[in-house]
């Protein structure tokens, strides 16, 4: 397969600065929220209410993420959304009561939200001139600038930066970063409509900028022509589209137990030391991480439905077997073989909910970036409430159920083709 052009290239490249960012900006507030916290003087269950405010602006907001796109395009939005997300966050620096400071992160979240998706569209639009899976690797860039984030953010305690100089110069740093990215970026706006091939899923015969589209791409395996393809595909978008929201949940549900449960879990229960318990978590990250380098090529090798039923098994074999027989060193593992089987499940939905036939670029992945969001605010108090009752270990059930959810519902994935360039050449060369 040839190269891609170095205009596409350099598109790459934008998008993985932008995930930087993204990751990167929060990460630099987290580590100082106990300072906030205690400048404040709020109580726990105010406290806990306040940190809530991020997510619910990125519910609150999330929907528009689609018509914006359409508007204005993916990578301006991006961009812009970045912006505005370092400026709320820096707010939460200034705000002298817990109001101010719960409206500064609604503020932020509702950004935040609206960049994810943003960035995850222009990301597919760069896969598609690619001709082959990459928006793995912008994922494993983002938790790159999480780790980039957090590491910042504790040199500035070590130095003992302020809170309101730390967070200005982290926020105007990354907005002049997403700002240059921008001038990398694909030009002009997204395509209006998505047109899934022979497969659900897979991106056959989008328009190439000039109105026409790639009618032998589109055909299925029978040689159907598009409209044949697509005609069938229209009445199943609902239930395809929820099917993939709950394999994005799973994967959202295996990345919190981690957040949230890891530590207490291993500190708590199973009696390990604070420095041994917190390598739970961090091995849950790091093989997420891993997973998703090497995520793209195994999707062109094997298809997006083989290597989420794959994961999906690894989540429910190792955390199942690791809650059977509780140990710190095999719950350990249990968790990062939860990451490394989790890896790729949330940008596999997100990539075929932008492709599904019926749905303009923007709304499927909208969507579902939205409802997955819903699996980070239900899943602690589902599994507090299940380890008040019966135990912590009994909670953490929600992570071998959700690896068996993905391997139930793993069938509405893309099964193994290689995905083509929806631009001819002769187009992209006009970047």
Same mark, same amino acid.
């Given at each position: ?39 404040? =003087? ?8 306040? @940190? ?32 505005? #997300?370092? !400026? ?16 500064? @992160? ?7 939200? !609206? +960049? /994810? ?11 598609? &001139?690619?001709?082959?899976? !990459?928006?793995?690797?912008?994922? $494993? *860039? ?5 780790v980039l984030g957090g590491s910042m953010a504790a040199l500035a305690i070590a130095l003992d930066v302020p809170l309101r100089v730390h967070l200005g110069v982290s926020g105007a740093l990354f907005a002049v970063i ?7 970026? @694909? ?9 899934? =091939?022979?497969?659900?899923? %897979?991106? +056959? ?9 790639? /009618? ?16 069938? &595909?229209?009445?199943? %978008?609902?239930?395809?589209? $929820? ?12 990345? /919190? ?21 917190? #390598? ?13 380098? *090497? ?9 997006? &439905? %083989?290597?989420a039923r794959t994961g999906g098994l690894i989540i429910a074999v190792g955390m199942a077997t690791a809650l059977a027989f509780p140990s710190v060193p095999g719950t350990i593992i249990g968790f990062a073989l939860a ?20 749905? &303009? ?58 995905l083509r360039r929806t631009e001819p050449e002769s187009v992209s060369a006009g970047l």
């Open positions: 397969m040839p190269l891609p052009l170095p205009e596409v290239r350099r598109a790459r490249g934008a998008v993985a600065a932008m995930f930087l960012t993204n990751g990167a900006l929060l990460a630099n507030l987290l580590p100082r929220y106990p300072e906030i916290k205690g400048e404040l =003087g709020l109580a726990n269950s105010t406290y806990g209410l306040v @940190l809530a405010a991020f997510p619910a602006g990125a519910i609150l907001a999330g929907l528009g993420a689609g018509a914006l796109i359409r508007r204005v395009g993916s990578a301006p939005l991006a961009v812009a959304g970045t912006i505005l #997300t370092a !400026i709320g966050l820096c707010a939460a620096s200034w705000a002298p009561v817990a109001g101010l400071l719960a409206l500064a @992160l609604l503020v932020a979240g509702a950004c935040d939200a !609206i +960049t /994810d998706v943003a960035q995850n569209a222009h990301g597919l639009r760069v896969q598609r &001139r690619y001709g082959r899976s !990459i928006i793995n690797s912008f994922h $494993a *860039v983002w938790s790159i600038g999480a997403s700002l240059v990215a921008l001038r990398f970026a @694909l030009p002009g706006k997204d395509p209006e409509n998505s047109a899934g =091939g022979a497969d659900v899923g %897979t991106s +056959t015969a989008v328009p190439d900028g000039t109105g026409a589209t790639d /009618d032998t791409a589109a055909t299925d395996a029978a040689g159907a022509p598009p409209s044949a393809a697509l005609r069938p &595909r229209r009445g199943r %978008t609902v239930p395809l589209l $929820a099917a993939l929201i709950v394999i994005a949940i799973g994967g959202t549900l295996v990345e /919190d137990a981690g957040n949230s449960w890891a530590t207490l879990y291993l500190a708590r229960d199973l009696g390990a030391p604070a420095a041994i318990a917190a #390598t739970g978590y961090i091995a849950l990250v790091g093989a997420q991480f891993v997973g998703r380098l *090497v995520g793209d090529s195994l999707v062109d090798r094997f298809g997006q &439905r %083989t290597v990451g490394l089987g989790s890896a790729t499940l949330v940008p596999a939905a997100m990539q075929e909910a932008d492709d599904l036939p019926g749905l &303009r670029h923007g709304t499927g992945l909208t969507v579902v970036s939205w409802l997955m969001r819903l699996g980070f605010l239900a899943s602690p108090p589902l599994v507090g409430l299940v380890a008040d009752a019966a135990g912590l270990r009994y909670g953490l059930l929600v992570v071998p159920v959700a690896g068996v959810l993905v391997i139930a519902l793993s069938g509405v994935l893309s099964g193994r083709r290689p």
